[in-house]
């Protein structure tokens, strides 16, 4: 049950990364998931339902969101903004240009 926790905990980090509302009183999503969290906990003690649903589901949204944010920086980090310079280009992509001996 431990493992859950964590992964309820870091699912409720990364909502409150992407979230505008950064309150977890007045944030329905924080508020659903903490539901969910409490209700999972019953029935995969009491009625055995699948016993690591909850766990499963939280760790799909965690890695969805992880990914969604990091899509999000290798967009803003190579998005067009129209035309390079050679340099500048090549410092993009780690490589470096031979020294013009003029």
Do not use: W
């Not at 905990?9 to 508020?31: G, W």
């Not at 003690?45 to 589901?57: G, I, S, T």
């Not at 949204?61 to 999000?72: A, F, I, P, R």
């Amino acid at each position: 049950m431990n493992s859950n926790i964590q992964i309820v905990r870091s699912l409720a980090r990364e909502v409150r990364r992407v979230s505008q509302n950064k309150s977890t009183k007045d944030n329905a999503m924080l508020q659903y998931i903490l539901e969910q969290a409490h209700a999972h906990k019953e029935t995969s003690q009491v009625l055995c339902k699948a016993r690591e649903e909850l766990k499963n589901l939280a760790e799909t949204y965690v890695c969805y969101l992880k990914s969604q944010q990091t899509c999000k920086d290798i967009h803003k980090q190579y998005a067009g903004k129209g035309e390079r310079s050679i340099k500048e280009t090549a410092d993009l992509v780690g490589f470096k240009l031979p020294h013009d001996p003029k």
